[in-house]
């Protein structure tokens, strides 16, 4: 083995820094899953008649539906009846007024997780609203965003305060019915942010949701709405993490974007759940619904993503162009390690005519990691002069992983223009030795030659984010170069 | 997989035991033949529900009752010449012509031949590779083809035996909803060499399933041409299993124009060291023509070499699918594998959907693929123009630019200017709708 091989392998072996449990007294509903569990979390979260019915609607319809089996991901059976689908910090009375109210264990929970909650939240300009297991515990910033009519909370206050606009949008892009996760998620969902945009503003700040799952035997099922009214522009940014565990936790969100006429919506994620110990052992189970629909003309959703973290990914980020002239993007790092197995890519549904997508995926598989890019461009046959253009670009880092694309095209209309290209290859020892050569060690030359890879997606990453993505991938990447 | 149609799976029980009774062979060919109809019960029917059959649509086929194939006189002008002294063997509804074939003299222990006239003499020579090869064991339409298959030809060359002239093969079909399940086996030993020309045609409306086997030994040289004129009205539901040895080059050239559903599935397995393989397919659609490809290339040893070039025309309603994999095996290293899917469409209908999937187990490996789908670049258009050439004009010779490029690929000259021909004649058929 060469010197720079060795390096690589001795890299791999750093440790997940975020995987503390908070001592924190929680509220958890016994495992197991039956109506009287979901009308239990309605209670709990008093919400509306409707918003049961509809949980109901969909946990029925969740029973005849089966686990689906066409991604190329192992894992034994999930036990549903053994989770616990809701836990909360237990509250002392009333809820929090503001963020000096929240338990100060939480509070250092956060902290040591660099979320710029309350004072920090102001300096560093980002509205944050922390997920922490199954409820939203804190929303900051919301004064300042309240003044230009702009609604970020979580979705159970959403559901409390503006009863019609979740009404209107829920499930309208992500039916109940849709698939297993995202079904089961309608019926169980606890949490998650809530963002309505109104129309002609353009929201000041990146607005953030931060989740973390801290019980054992929960899942985390969080459902994000996020609405641009025409002619708004938002961005918003996710970040997740997990304490460490033996056994494997199930995470199956749904986001749902809409974007009316002219509006923007920007969409990033910084996925770092834990992935599970170098034996593969223990992680999380991430099987997410994300979809959004430009709704109007001239609409754009781009997602952005940088997945990191989960002993499983399972998330398709997808795109419906319905209205004319819309832009859907998607940009995508993933990176393996370890026993970790990602599925993951897009689906850009042209429906509309001159609408436009565009796809860069990168991935990265180091260890015995697994790493898929499986993605959908479809152009109906109304998607006049449509054009997609998708690239899948593999890096192998080792002889033990493995990379696989499977791009599904399928052309309705002669006008259309889709190309897809994909490549697969490992680090070129010329590459590294060009840098040796120069005197960059072989980890910093890794660092720069896998970060020069990224770079197509790491540029659409706010300026925090794509710095914070940079360490990550240096940090996931430490001892598994070959 | 999901279970048997019931409906369906009878008749086809009856069929079988009757075909079985019919036949007196040895033990050996009627286990594997009852081993292949079990692995059809239990494969089933394909319904779109399975992945591999979701842009198939076996309906119109499925609403068929199929006739068991039998013997008819055909006119020696409907079959295709290539125009050079060939090895040439004709089946008609499945059964070797002897009148219309014509053999050549070939050296000790080659032989080519239709499997009636060799099963009973060389009978230890084709048991052990008769339906050997890995590949395609979820195919029912491969299940089918062992466990029903009446004749074919069965070519085998020993070590270092060089053919120069081609072989041609022709299997013609008479229609009457007849169902015919031709065969192919060729082996090349060791250093063996052939050129091979395998055309399927026919009249009316039948189901053509065949199977061929291509088995290549170390150093093996072949060149492998399957042109598909089937009738307007066939089905035809194919499959194609090749092994390759250290070191052996199998060039195969995959023409399609015919059939009102046209399926070949291509299993190739590079099994030694430096084996190379090139797969180039065009198919020319039109009016509600479907032209479905799917293949897998598995690179199990190192410093193999692969390359797929897959281009359609569509005109009309025409559907074309294309489902491709290059599965690299962990031991495969320094494989260089490329895929590349090409799509023109010419008219508002027409439909193309391309599935090119990489599954890559090796790290230094290089590998890629690429498709695309579209009309004509409308600039090159503006360039003929712009020179005098008329729009219709400019159309034509940009699509035959786009077609022609994988005729030249073949190195039979014959033949590629036949098919050139063929090009040329449909382009002048089918108006360019364009949008």
């Known amino acids: 083995m060469t010197d720079s091989a060795q390096t690589l392998e001795r890299l791999a072996a750093s440790d997940y820094q975020y995987g503390f449990v908070t001592d924190i007294e929680q509220e958890t509903v016994a495992p197991g899953l039956n109506e009287d569990v979901i009308r239990l979390i309605s209670t709990k979260k008093q919400e509306p008649d409707w918003l049961l019915e509809w949980r109901l609607t969909a946990f029925r319809n969740w029973l005849t539906q089966q686990q689906p089996q066409w991604a190329r991901i192992h894992y034994p059976p999930i036990d549903y009846q053994a989770i616990s689908y809701y836990a909360a910090p237990k509250q002392k009375g009333e809820g929090p007024k503001s963020l000096d109210e929240i338990d100060p264990e939480l509070r250092r929970t956060y902290e040591k997780l660099g979320i710029p909650l309350a004072e920090q939240a102001i300096l560093a300009g980002v509205a944050v609203d922390a997920v922490f297991d199954s409820v939203s515990v804190a929303t900051s910033y919301k004064g300042k965003l309240a003044e230009l009519g702009i609604v970020f909370c979580s979705f159970s206050e959403a559901v409390r305060e503006h009863p019609e606009l979740v009404r209107k949008y829920l499930g309208s892009v992500v039916p109940y019915r849709d698939n297993y996760y995202a079904t089961l998620n309608s019926a169980v969902f606890s949490d998650g942010s809530f963002v309505y945009i109104p129309p002609g503003v353009r929201c000041p700040m990146e607005l953030s949701t931060y989740f973390r799952i801290n019980a054992s035997n929960t899942g985390q099922f969080e459902r994000t709405l996020i609405i641009a009214d025409e002619g708004a522009y938002v961005s918003y940014l996710e970040g997740c993490t997990a304490p460490q565990r033996d056994e494997n936790q199930l995470h199956a969100a749904v986001v749902e974007l809409i974007a009316l006429d002219n509006a923007t919506i920007k969409y990033s994620t910084v996925q770092n759940w834990y992935p599970g110990d170098a034996q593969g052992r223990g992680g999380i189970y991430n099987f997410v619904t994300k979809r959004g629909l430009c709704k109007g003309r001239d609409s754009k959703i781009s997602w952005t993503q940088v997945e990191t973290g989960s002993a499983i990914t399972w998330k398709y980020p997808s795109c419906i162009l319905r209205g004319e002239n819309s832009v859907g993007e998607f940009y995508s790092v993933a990176i393996t390690r370890d026993y970790q197995q990602a599925d993951t890519g897009t689906k850009m549904i042209h429906i509309g005519k001159n609408t436009r997508s565009t796809i860069v995926s990168k991935g990265i598989s180091a260890g015995h990691g697994q790493n898929a890019y499986r993605g959908l461009v479809k152009i109906m046959p109304t998607a006049e002069n449509a054009r997609n253009h998708s690239q899948c670009d593999s890096l192998l880092i080792g002889d033990q992983c493995g990379a696989h694309t499977f791009p599904y095209i399928e052309v309705q209309n002669p006008t259309a223009q889709v190309a897809h290209e994909a490549s697969t290859s490992k680090i070129s020892e010329d590459q590294l030795f060009y840098c040796r050569q120069r005197g960059i060690g072989t980890e910093d030359a890794v660092s720069l030659i896998v970060n020069g890879f990224c770079k197509e997606v790491f540029k659409e990453l706010p300026m925090e984010f794509a710095v914070e993505a940079q360490k990550l991938i240096e940090l996931k990447l430490e001892g598994s170069v070959g | 997989m ?275 393989c090139l797969v180039n397919g065009l198919t020319l659609g039109q009016e509600s023509q479907t032209g479905d490809y799917h293949l897998r290339v598995e690179h199990a040893q190192p410093h193999g070499t692969s390359e797929q070039v897959f281009k359609s025309v569509l005109n009309g309603q025409a559907r074309a699918v294309f489902d491709g994999m290059i599965h690299v095996r962990q031991h495969a290293q320094k494989t260089d594998a490329r895929q590349t899917s090409r799509n023109l469409l010419l008219s508002r209908q027409a439909q193309a959907r391309s599935n090119p999937r990489l599954e890559i187990l090796a790290d230094d490996v290089k590998c890629g693929h690429g498709s695309s789908t579209g009309f004509l670049d409308p600039d090159a258009e503006f360039y003929l123009r712009a020179r005098g050439i008329s729009l219709t004009q400019a159309r034509a010779l940009l699509v035959h630019a786009f077609a022609n490029d994988s005729l030249n690929r073949i190195t039979l000259t014959p033949l590629r200017d036949r098919l050139a021909r063929l090009l040329a004649a449909w382009l002048a058929l089918d108006s360019i709708e364009g949008n």
């Open chain 2, 2 to 276: 999901t279970a048997i149609a019931p409906l369906f799976s009878d008749p086809y029980r009856q069929a079988f035991a009757a075909f079985m009774a019919e036949r007196r062979e040895s033990e050996a060919i009627a286990r594997l033949r009852r081993a292949a109809f079990a692995r059809f019960e239990t494969l089933g029917w394909p319904t779109r529900h399975q992945e591999g059959w979701r842009f198939t649509d076996l309906a119109p086929l499925q609403a068929l009752t199929l006739q068991k194939a039998s013997a008819a006189l055909i006119d020696a002008a409907a079959l295709p010449e290539l125009g050079v002294a060939a090895h040439r063997l004709v089946f008609i509804n499945g059964r070797l012509a002897p009148g219309l074939s014509s053999e050549r003299p070939l050296l000790d222990r080659a032989f080519i031949t239709g499997f009636s006239q060799a099963l009973p003499r060389d009978l230890d020579l084709i048991a052990p590779v008769l339906d050997a090869l890995p590949g395609l064991q979820f195919h029912p339409f491969a299940a089918l083809n062992t466990a029903l298959w009446e004749d074919g030809a069965f070519i085998y060359l020993p070590q270092g035996t060089v053919i120069e002239e081609p072989i041609h093969l022709v299997f013609y079909a008479t229609g009457g909803d007849m169902a015919v399940y031709p065969r192919l086996l060729l082996a090349l030993e060791d250093g063996a060499q052939a050129t091979v020309v395998v055309e399927y045609r026919g009249q009316g409306r039948y189901l053509n399933s065949p199977l061929a086997e291509l088995q290549l030994g170390h150093d093996a040289a072949l060149h492998y041409h399957q042109v598909q004129e089937e009738s307007p009205q066939a089905f035809h539901v194919g499959g194609i299993r090749v092994h390759q040895s250290r070191a052996s080059q199998a060039n195969l050239h995959l023409f399609s124009s015919g059939g009102q559903l046209a399926r070949t599935d291509l299993e190739v397995l590079l099994d030694g060291e430096h084996a190379g």
